[in-house]
């Protein structure tokens, strides 16, 4: 049993070290040597940048998604619609006797934090205009499985953004409904709400901003009430094929452009029918009024069609040499691609002479960077920047170990979550803002542990804790199969120095800092 103890112990010991390091490794990069004197940084300017345009990527299956129009100086103009089907809350509704409808709401929660007592600080609203919101039925099935080219019904159906022209036919010309004028960035105070119950009381409802349209009641009433009873709303299958679903539009007023994102999985994202019945006493006369309501939820199969004006041609990229600039941008936008270690290999192994030349050194690596500068000259504005940009392994599809062990992580917290890995946007000591990733695991992975040197994918993040991937298509070169979902998040974009930068300071080029061991 001592012995036993003596082994556990040692265990413990040998195994608190390994941790120990572990730690060490995950903030310094390697097993960092406090006794040897680092080197002078070693900048590698073998790095290729250059652009893809994304023209087509999946939009269904999601919460999140965009309404309205964003103008972006250097990008043009993004407009988003969003289809809907309409799911019933639940299906087979029982209305009750002589339902009378009184009102039908539909109601979009901004995203919002309170930030003092009756005042919200609005998020993911883009720009200063206004609109009127148009409500189109439509007549496009929408299926939830892919028959396949061999009828074989095996997988998930897929929808993509670009998909508006190909809907356009079955959707109807003239609206069912247009509201007054929105405009979004103002709609800051919460939203109170006088419903009666049935207590014959009144209920008062605190919430926080939204959109609350009143729709027709006749619609409603021959599509919803005029059913009770029938197959129609008797599943949400059978529902789907009736009223297979609703084009929300956003109709600009002003020069100035309006986009909102809503979570259209929210449970306050619906339509709700307000109704009373009239309970009638043994003679038939009026005794008694029962006020209800009906939810109708967007629940079902919902897109975001867009239709964009791309005003940076992206179909020549060189990407031996690589470009000037690296051009990203949110929604149905752009993104980069970046290859490391690309000198010539003169000796015709397969890989560069300076990755080589790298791993014959033997060095410890301390940390590794590259800083992407915003091209200011480009892109002078600083109000339609993002604060962050997500880097991933683009031939595996994977993020770096970086991301991984990155101590910084903050659950739930993502603006401020990982920002040893993929530094938010900062300035330099010259007021150049600028990105710092630290690609420390990734770049002594490569060095020392014969990693396979891949191609990088950049792009926008609203979210870099969100690292899940969605299908595209159409992509220029054909970099990309998937992308990073948070993408269809923002329609913002930012243009970056790229390694072929007239700007020397801020060309794109990989920082290395090392210890020598030899």
């Given at each position: 049993?001592?012995?036993?103890a003596?082994?556990?112990?040692?265990?413990?010991c040998?195994?608190?070290?390994v941790?120990?390091?572990?730690?060490?490794?995950?903030?310094?990069?390697?097993?960092?040597?406090?006794?040897?004197?680092?080197?002078?940084?070693?900048?590698?300017?073998?790095?290729?940048?250059?652009?893809?345009?994304?023209?087509?990527?999946?939009?269904?299956?999601?919460?999140?998604?965009?309404?309205g129009?964003?103008?972006?100086?250097?990008?043009?103009?993004?407009?988003?619609?969003?289809l809907?089907?309409?799911?019933?809350?639940?299906p087979n509704?029982?209305?009750?006797?002589?339902?009378?409808?009184?009102?039908v709401?539909?109601?979009?929660p901004?995203?919002s934090?309170?930030?003092?007592?009756?005042?919200?600080?609005?998020?993911?609203?883009?720009?200063?205009?206004?609109?009127?919101?148009?409500?189109?039925?439509?007549?496009?099935?929408?299926?939830?499985?892919?028959?396949?080219?061999?009828?074989?019904?095996?997988?998930?159906q897929?929808?993509?953004?670009d998909?508006?022209?190909?809907?356009?036919?079955?959707?109807?010309?003239?609206?069912?409904?247009?509201?007054e004028?929105?405009k979004?960035?103002e709609?800051?105070?919460?939203?109170?709400?006088?419903?009666?119950?049935?207590?014959?009381?009144?209920?008062?409802?605190?919430?926080?901003?939204?959109?609350?349209?009143?729709?027709?009641?006749?619609?409603?009433?021959?599509k919803?009430?005029?059913?009770?009873?029938?197959?129609?709303?008797?599943?949400?299958?059978?529902?789907?094929?009736?009223?297979?679903?609703?084009?929300?539009e956003?109709?600009?007023q002003?020069?100035?452009?309006?986009?909102a994102?809503?979570?259209?999985?929210?449970?306050?994202?619906?339509?709700?029918?307000?109704?009373?019945?009239?309970?009638?006493?043994?003679?038939?006369?009026?005794?008694?009024?029962?006020?209800?309501?009906?939810d109708l939820?967007?629940?079902?199969?919902?897109?975001?069609?867009?239709e964009d004006n791309?005003?940076v041609?992206?179909?020549n990229?060189?990407?031996?040499?690589g470009?000037?600039?690296?051009?990203?941008?949110?929604g149905?936008?752009?993104?980069?691609?970046?290859?490391?270690?690309?000198?010539?290999?003169?000796?015709?192994n397969?890989?560069?002479?300076?990755?080589?030349?790298?791993?014959?050194?033997?060095w410890?690596?301390?940390?590794?960077?590259?800083?992407?500068?915003?091209?200011?000259?480009?892109?002078?504005?600083?109000?339609?920047?993002?604060?962050?940009?997500f880097?991933?392994?683009?031939?595996?599809?994977?993020?770096?170990?970086?991301?991984?062990?990155?101590?910084?992580?903050?659950?739930?917290?993502?603006?401020?979550?990982?920002?040893?890995?993929?530094?938010?946007?900062?300035?330099?000591?010259?007021?150049?803002?600028?990105y710092?990733?630290?690609?420390?695991?990734?770049i002594?992975?490569?060095?020392?542990?014969?990693?396979?040197?891949?191609?990088?994918?950049?792009?926008?993040?609203?979210?870099?804790?969100?690292?899940?991937?969605?299908?595209?298509?159409?992509?220029?070169?054909?970099?990309?199969?998937?992308v990073?979902?948070?993408?269809?998040?923002?329609?913002?974009?930012?243009?970056?120095?790229?390694?072929?930068?007239?700007?020397e300071?801020?060309?794109?080029?990989?920082?290395?800092?090392?210890?020598?061991?030899?």
């Amino acid at each position: 049993m001592f012995k036993l103890a003596l082994r556990s112990l040692a265990l413990g010991c040998v195994m608190a070290l390994v941790i120990s390091c572990e730690n060490d490794y995950s903030e310094v990069g390697t097993d960092f040597i406090n006794s040897i004197e680092p080197q002078p940084a070693y900048v590698s300017e073998n790095v290729v940048s250059y652009s893809e345009k994304l023209n087509s990527i999946r939009t269904n299956g999601f919460s999140n998604y965009l309404l309205g129009e964003y103008s972006d100086p250097v990008y043009g103009l993004t407009e988003t619609k969003i289809l809907t089907q309409l799911n019933l809350s639940p299906p087979n509704p029982d209305f009750g006797e002589n339902p009378v409808l009184d009102s039908v709401v539909m109601t979009l929660p901004f995203y919002s934090r309170l930030i003092q007592e009756n005042e919200y600080a609005l998020d993911s609203i883009y720009g200063e205009g206004s609109f009127k919101i148009n409500i189109y039925e439509s007549n496009q099935f929408l299926r939830s499985i892919d028959p396949g080219v061999d009828g074989d019904f095996q997988d998930a159906q897929v929808y993509y953004t670009d998909q508006f022209d190909e809907f356009a036919p079955n959707i109807s010309s003239t609206p069912i409904f247009t509201s007054e004028i929105v405009k979004p960035s103002e709609l800051t105070s919460p939203v109170i709400l006088f419903e009666k119950n049935s207590n014959d009381g009144v209920d008062t409802l605190n919430l926080s901003p939204r959109i609350r349209l009143k729709l027709p009641n006749n619609y409603f009433q021959d599509k919803i009430l005029d059913q009770e009873g029938t197959e129609v709303l008797a599943s949400n299958s059978a529902f789907n094929n009736f009223l297979r679903g609703l084009l929300i539009e956003a109709d600009q007023q002003q020069p100035l452009k309006s986009m909102a994102m809503f979570d259209l999985q929210n449970e306050d994202s619906n339509i709700t029918l307000y109704y009373n019945n009239v309970v009638l006493d043994s003679v038939g006369n009026p005794s008694d009024t029962l006020y209800n309501q009906y939810d109708l939820s967007f629940n079902g199969i919902k897109l975001n069609l867009y239709e964009d004006n791309f005003n940076v041609d992206l179909s020549n990229q060189d990407t031996i040499s690589g470009e000037e600039n690296i051009y990203l941008k949110g929604g149905e936008g752009s993104a980069g691609v970046i290859k490391l270690f690309s000198g010539p290999d003169l000796d015709g192994n397969g890989t560069a002479d300076e990755l080589d030349e790298l791993r014959a050194n033997n060095w410890l690596i301390n940390e590794a960077n590259l800083d992407l500068y915003i091209n200011e000259q480009v892109a002078p504005s600083s109000k339609n920047r993002i604060n962050r940009v997500f880097l991933y392994n683009l031939e595996d599809e994977i993020v770096l170990e970086d991301f991984i062990r990155d101590p910084t992580a903050v659950e739930g917290n993502p603006s401020i979550s990982r920002v040893s890995h993929l530094g938010p946007l900062n300035e330099d000591e010259n007021g150049n803002p600028f990105y710092r990733i630290r690609l420390t695991s990734h770049i002594n992975n490569i060095i020392n542990n014969d990693s396979t040197n891949v191609k990088l994918g950049l792009f926008v993040s609203t979210n870099v804790d969100a690292s899940g991937l969605v299908r595209t298509k159409n992509t220029d070169s054909g970099s990309f199969d998937n992308v990073p979902r948070n993408l269809l998040e923002t329609p913002r974009g930012i243009v970056l120095h790229g390694n072929q930068s007239a700007v020397e300071t801020k060309k794109l080029k990989l920082k290395i800092i090392y210890t020598e061991t030899n």
